[in-house]
């Protein structure tokens, strides 16, 4: 029986590059994504491919759809390997002028999301005694930008969620890891109807000690091995993608 990987926001962006690569590896894909023009778009792709798996509209913020996705997991696969929590979104604004609406909406999706997710893919994970989860944090969750509240607290909750998890989780086997991207372009990575051409400056580049922006494939193979056998030892931990980036001291000229 094929191993089951199921992801969040996994239509666009660094979650299609999540999606592709573990089907390049054999898993059977579960894709949930509020975006169903993208959703559809990937699942042809992965057809093309010869993978297997499904798409189902979710808002990881409402835990009744949520549940419906763990229910068709359960029921068409009978038994769940991997968890990516991937959605995010940001809604940013200065500080005085954020509506709460808008900060709970952020938590909801980004932090909320995740643990219900979490919660639901681990009753399945535990019945096999075995499983990983990786939460798509941020290192926005360890610095900012000013007016980025709401996104930088859902992104350092996820690393608070991540070590709690991983304690709580590991006597069922389970493990719990965090990657956080620093800047990944996604343009391309996008559904055909807003796809665009990454244009990045010479200055973009050298900002990074490792040369270049970061590129979904980046994140992906960082959730291959995290969720791998050679990463049996690994759990609680938040693997910091960026290259480079928050390590390089920057003084103003």
């Given at each position: 029986?094929?191993?089951?990987?199921?992801?969040?926001?996994?239509?666009?962006?660094?979650?299609?590059?999540?999606?592709?690569?573990?089907?390049?590896?054999?898993?059977?894909?579960?894709?949930?994504?509020?975006?169903?023009?993208?959703?559809?778009?990937?699942?042809?792709?992965?057809?093309?491919?010869?993978?297997?798996?499904?798409?189902?509209?979710?808002?990881?913020?409402?835990?009744?759809?949520?549940?419906?996705?763990?229910?068709?997991?359960?029921?068409?696969?009978?038994?769940?390997?991997?968890?990516?929590?991937?959605?995010?979104?940001?809604?940013?604004?200065?500080?005085?002028?954020?509506?709460?609406?808008?900060?709970?909406?952020?938590?909801?999706?980004?932090?909320?999301?995740?643990?219900?997710?979490?919660?639901?893919?681990?009753?399945?994970?535990?019945?096999?005694?075995?499983?990983?989860?990786?939460?798509i944090a941020s290192t926005r969750g360890l610095m900012s930008e000013a007016h980025t509240e709401a996104y930088a607290a859902s992104k350092g909750g996820l690393l608070a969620l991540t070590h709690a998890m991983a304690v709580s989780l590991g006597p069922l086997g389970i493990r719990v890891n965090a990657v956080s991207p620093g800047w990944i372009e996604t343009g391309d990575w996008q559904k055909s109807s807003a796809r665009t051409q990454p244009v990045h400056t010479e200055r973009d580049r050298l900002q990074h000690p490792a040369g270049r922006v970061g590129t979904p494939q980046d994140i992906a193979a960082a959730c291959l091995y995290l969720t791998g056998e050679q990463s049996g030892f690994i759990t609680g931990q938040n693997l910091i993608i960026d290259g480079g980036m928050t390590i390089k001291m920057i003084y103003e000229e």
């Open positions: 029986m094929s191993k089951v990987a199921a992801v969040t926001g996994g239509a666009q962006g660094i979650g299609k590059a999540v999606s592709l690569a573990y089907a390049e590896a054999g898993y059977e894909i579960c894709i949930a994504d509020t975006d169903r023009e993208a959703g559809s778009e990937l699942m042809q792709e992965l057809g093309q491919r010869g993978a297997k798996g499904f798409f189902l509209p979710v808002d990881v913020s409402d835990e009744q759809q949520v549940e419906r996705w763990f229910k068709l997991i359960r029921t068409d696969l009978g038994r769940l390997d991997v968890l990516i929590n991937n959605a995010g979104i940001a809604r940013n604004a200065p500080m005085l002028e954020l509506p709460l609406a808008s900060f709970d909406e952020v938590i909801g999706v980004n932090l909320r999301g995740a643990f219900v997710c979490s919660q639901q893919a681990a009753r399945l994970m535990k019945a096999r005694g075995a499983g990983a989860i990786v939460h």
